[in-house]
């Protein structure tokens, strides 16, 4: 659906240069909610407005719908515009007009009839929720209110896409949850891809399915949410990982196991709606193996959870290979860790 | 003290000259200057339709007028005055340096207005495809209204105080009253009586001015 080859964007101050953005490769399918996180500066604002050209790179080629941005004249670009809706950080609504004016401006840059658009625009207030603010003006509404009309207008004109730039920063963590389960339904009921910038992994953890994680420029990882989750590799990532998932050991609890001299430990992890696999508990029963559980969590992600482990086993070692290669052909990852403090 | 030697009449005529010359070069000047600010807006590096040649032209020649002083500008310009209406002398007659006096400066102030609409608003009429066409008639100028029409409130005003000065080509009106009775006859009662009239003016044009505006702006 969106397809980012090798781009670069380079702006030119008057006596330096900002490489904004370095060979970045990305590809959004239909369907996706895609969250490209990053700390400030990163480059994922200038990202998000290559897909509708807001932002033109300096180098690459944008390819949205099969259409390469760069071959379209001004004309064109217009009515692919019109395909790809766009929400804001700051909302972005006309003060001057009231909210069903502010939904109805793209219907009206279309030259849609008045009976279209009436049409069009309560059916929209009522999906966000907000039928009863139609005569209102902005200034009344809450942070909130003011990002599903923002939502509302995004969707007038019946996009393939919607672009969400930071749309949830300026909101307090309740709003920003309805927020989020609105944009989840945009995309289930409408099957609108939807493209999000955030730096706040708790957003991609409840409604992204694939995430890139951008630094200086560039994209240092990418994948299923649940693979970057589990597996966060760069260090950058980590750090997000660790906003909302307890992947490492707290150092409270590596430093009372040193104290009890235990250093190595399983590090087991299983994607799944149990808290702990069957397997698990068949082994210990069948098996007689000896566990300690030394540290567990589990995190929803999408519909389902990631849980990890810490276990330190206390059997015998020709057990443990086995209880090993067992819980492996379940489908648990597991790897053996050092606590080091 | 209160012996005059100027009629009820005078200060009627006086008053219809005065608003005649503001209502003309307001009208024809907030035409022109609207114009000229908008296009100083979308036509800067980063505007709407970037053509910095343009804006690098029309920006000092705007600055040129504007810093010509009201007095001198009457005078400099009377062969031009004379050519386009027949005449350097009367109301009529001032209304064209007026109009040139006002025109960037309604410009100046326009450019002003426009340039305080966010660039977020613009970036969200980008992104629904709008033309700059539609940009300008859909997102700036009715975001900029009520900044508008404070400007053009101070552009009113400005103009009251300039058409006090047209006297010095007998272009009546209340101004002129004050200076050829008020002044030079010492008449004070004209005098203060002129005075009192433009404070009621412009006391009333600016509250109107700043009503509309709350009005518009719905805080």
């Known amino acids: 659906m969106i397809e980012l080859q090798d781009i670069h964007k380079v702006y030119e101050k008057k006596k330096s240069e900002v490489h904004a953005l370095k060979g970045i490769n990305l590809k959004i399918d239909k369907g996706d909610i895609f969250g490209v996180i990053g700390y400030s500066g990163a480059g994922k604002s200038t990202l998000v407005r290559l897909v509708n050209y807001l932002e033109r790179p300096t180098k690459g080629d944008v390819i949205v719908d099969g259409k390469y941005l760069a071959k379209q004249s001004a004309k064109a670009l217009r009515q692919i515009k019109k395909e790809i809706g766009m929400i804001f950080q700051h909302f972005n609504l006309l003060e001057s007009k009231t909210i069903f004016q502010n939904v109805a401006m793209p219907l009206i840059l279309s030259k849609r009839s008045k009976q279209e658009i009436k049409q069009r625009v309560t059916e929209l207030l009522d999906f966000v929720g907000l039928k009863d603010k139609a005569s209102h003006y902005p200034n009344e509404l809450s942070g909130g209110q003011k990002q599903r009309v923002g939502i509302a207008r995004a969707l007038a004109s019946n996009p393939k896409i919607l672009l969400c730039d930071e749309a949830t920063s300026a909101l307090d963590p309740q709003t920003t949850q309805s927020i989020l389960d609105l944009l989840k339904r945009v995309n289930e009921k409408y099957g609108i891809t939807i493209l999000l910038i955030t730096h706040e992994m708790s957003v991609i953890q409840k409604i992204c399915n694939k995430v890139a994680v951008m630094e200086q420029g560039e994209i240092i990882e990418q994948g299923s949410v649940l693979e970057v989750f589990g597996h966060p590799k760069h260090k950058t990532t980590k750090n997000f990982v660790q906003t909302v998932v307890k992947t490492e050991l707290p150092e409270k609890i590596k430093q009372r196991l040193t104290d009890k001299g235990i250093d190595r430990l399983l590090k087991l992890e299983m994607v799944g709606t149990e808290a702990m696999p069957p397997i698990l508990v068949q082994l210990i029963r069948d098996d007689q193996i000896q566990i300690t559980i030394e540290f567990m969590d589990m995190t929803e992600i999408q519909d389902t959870n990631l849980a990890i482990w810490y276990l330190h086993f206390d059997g015998e070692e020709s057990k443990r290979e086995k209880v090993i290669a067992n819980l492996e052909q379940h489908g648990v990852r597991i790897e053996e860790v050092s606590v080091g403090v | ?219």
Do not use: C, H, W
């Open chain 2, 1 to 219: 003290m209160f012996e005059t030697n100027i009629t009820l009449q005078q200060f009627l005529d006086g008053i219809q000259d005065t608003l005649y010359m503001v209502g003309m070069s307001l009208l024809v000047g907030t035409i022109i200057g609207a114009i000229l600010g908008i296009i100083l807006v979308v036509t800067q590096r980063g505007g709407i339709i970037p053509v910095p040649i343009l804006y690098a032209v029309l920006n000092p020649i705007i600055n040129l007028i504007r810093s010509v002083p009201f007095i001198i500008l009457i005078v400099a310009i009377m062969p031009f005055t004379r050519q386009l209406v027949g005449t350097a002398i009367g109301t009529t007659a001032a209304i064209v340096p007026l109009i040139i006096y006002i025109t960037p400066f309604i410009a100046r102030l326009v450019e002003n207005s426009l340039l305080e609409v966010g660039s977020g608003i613009i970036e969200a009429a980008e992104s629904m495809g709008a033309t700059p066409l539609q940009i300008i008639r859909y997102f700036l100028l009715p975001e900029a209204f009520g900044s508008l029409i404070l400007s053009l409130t101070t552009a009113t005003i400005s103009l009251i105080g300039a058409t006090a000065m047209a006297g010095a080509v007998g272009g009546g009106g209340i101004g002129d009253i004050a200076i050829i009775y008020g002044y030079q006859r010492y008449d004070n009662f004209a005098m203060i009586s002129t005075v009192i009239i433009l404070v009621i003016f412009v006391q009333v044009i600016q509250s109107t001015g700043n009503k509309l505006a709350r009005l518009i702006r719905r805080s």
